[in-house]
């Protein structure tokens, strides 16, 4: 039977990429050894495969509509963060991104087709590690909606409902930073409340709270400046109904800003 076969949340800082982060990548090294086991475990279901969706809180995001992108090839580089190489290029899967769309507006889901072919950080940065060791599917990418976790997460029982009517299986990746607030030198300056944000989340993924994620405190989610909750949601829909064995394999904020990888294997 098709359908989801393996999902994960793991972070978008360009700096841990070795050509940008440099000496650097040393401070989230915690980080760095679990995007490393990420794709390990996604390397074993590879053979299972057909497809990569991920999640992305970057790139073409929506007001009201789920954008997702229909394109045939992708490409990206770090040029943005100070070098031009690598360029990671990838297929897509246009067929399964169409009928997506299709069976969305079925349920009244909203959804919009994009055609934009250069990929943003938030899909690049969890992408490298797969890629570096040999993962050569296509993709999927899908940027969030500034719209509530709850029609979020229905778009995610919509995405694994696609991939079993049209016979793919797929793996789904939602690309998260946590509080952005951690430090008083972080991105989006000092709270805090962001270490909380942080330390529930985490919890709440451990214990697969669903319910506990999707009704989060909007407040405190605000204050935190997070970019997680949108990507989960979708994530978690996809998943809803199958067993499922989740691992958080780490968590840190080495800049300011929380990094958590974790790992959803389909059972």
């Given at each position: 039977m098709a359908g989801v076969v393996f999902g994960a949340i793991a972070p978008h800082p360009p700096i841990l990429i070795p050509e940008v982060g440099g000496k650097r990548i040393r401070e989230a090294e915690k980080s760095k050894k679990a995007l490393e086991e990420f794709a390990r475990r996604l390397k074993a279901k590879s053979d299972a495969i057909d497809t990569i969706v991920v999640i992305t809180p970057h790139g073409e995001v929506g007001q009201a509509a789920v954008p997702i992108y229909t394109g045939h090839?992708?490409?990206?580089?770090?040029?943005?963060?100070?070098?031009?190489?690598?360029?990671?290029?990838?297929?897509?899967?246009?067929?399964?991104?169409?009928?997506?769309?299709?069976?969305?507006?079925?349920?009244?889901?909203?959804?919009?087709?994009?055609?934009?072919?250069?990929?943003?950080?938030?899909?690049?940065?969890?992408?490298?590690?797969?890629?570096?060791?040999?993962?050569?599917?296509?993709?999927?990418?899908?940027?969030?909606?500034?719209?509530?976790?709850?029609?979020?997460?229905?778009?995610?029982?919509?995405?694994?409902?696609?991939?079993?009517?049209?016979?793919?299986?797929?793996?789904?990746?939602?690309?998260?930073?946590?509080?952005?607030?951690?430090?008083?030198?972080?991105?989006?300056?000092?709270?805090?409340?962001?270490?909380?944000f942080d330390e529930t989340l985490v919890k709440l993924v451990e214990n697969m709270d669903v319910e506990g994620i999707l009704n989060f405190d909007p407040v405190l989610a605000e204050v935190a400046g997070q970019d997680a909750l949108w990507s989960i949601a979708v994530l978690l829909g996809a998943l809803d109904g199958l067993k499922v064995k989740h691992e958080v394999l780490s968590y840190e904020g080495p800049f300011g800003v929380g990094y958590m990888i974790a790992t959803f294997e389909v059972e």
């Open positions: 090839v992708f490409e990206g580089h770090f040029g943005a963060f100070g070098v031009s190489k690598p360029v990671l290029k990838f297929k897509g899967d246009p067929d399964f991104g169409h009928h997506i769309v299709k069976e969305a507006r079925k349920v009244n889901v909203n959804v919009a087709q994009i055609t934009e072919t250069f990929l943003d950080h938030g899909v690049l940065v969890p992408m490298y590690y797969p890629n570096a060791l040999g993962v050569k599917k296509p993709i999927l990418p899908v940027a969030i909606a500034f719209i509530p976790l709850k029609e979020l997460f229905n778009f995610g029982k919509v995405l694994a409902k696609a991939a079993e009517s049209l016979g793919r299986n797929i793996a789904v990746i939602a690309s998260s930073d946590m509080s952005h607030r951690l430090t008083p030198d972080a991105p989006a300056g000092y709270d805090p409340k962001g270490k909380v």
